[in-house]
């Protein structure tokens, strides 16, 4: 059966750090493009950062970039977020997915799986 599972979703104070894990089973990352993505209560989807299947290369909307950055460990199946400087407006449920020899994981329709998410609440 093929699957995502994220973790490492809570509450945090802003400033602070976490870090998600979504790991894979069922199939095996190495061939894949690997996002994280997020949605608000009330607000549309929106990718917060893209690793891609073949050389690397990592793509961060402006909102993110220089606090999150993502990684993937492909012997273990497993992509990472690490998400610092968190603030109030980065709280949202948190999926990965994953397309199949995909590069900027854009569109959002074109991953082929997607975990169920965990929820990250940044607030004081």
């Known amino acids: 059966q093929v699957q995502l599972v994220e973790s490492g979703g809570g509450l945090v104070q802003p400033g602070g750090s976490l870090r998600l894990s979504c790991i894979a089973s069922g199939f095996t990352l190495d061939y894949y493009a690997l996002g994280w993505f997020r949605q608000a209560p009330g607000k549309e989807r929106e990718g917060v950062s893209c690793?891609?299947?073949?050389?690397?290369?990592?793509y961060y909307p402006d909102s993110v970039k220089g606090r999150f950055t993502i990684s993937r460990d492909n012997a273990k199946n497993t992509v990472y977020l690490q998400m610092n400087s968190l603030k109030p407006e980065d709280t949202a449920v948190y999926y990965c997915?994953?397309?199949?020899?995909?590069?900027?994981?854009?569109?959002?329709?074109?991953?082929?799986?997607w975990g169920k998410g965990t929820l990250v609440t940044v607030s004081s």
């Open positions: 690793i891609s299947s073949s050389d690397g290369s990592t």
């Open positions: 997915a994953a397309e199949l020899y995909g590069h900027t994981c854009h569109p959002d329709y074109a991953m082929d799986y």
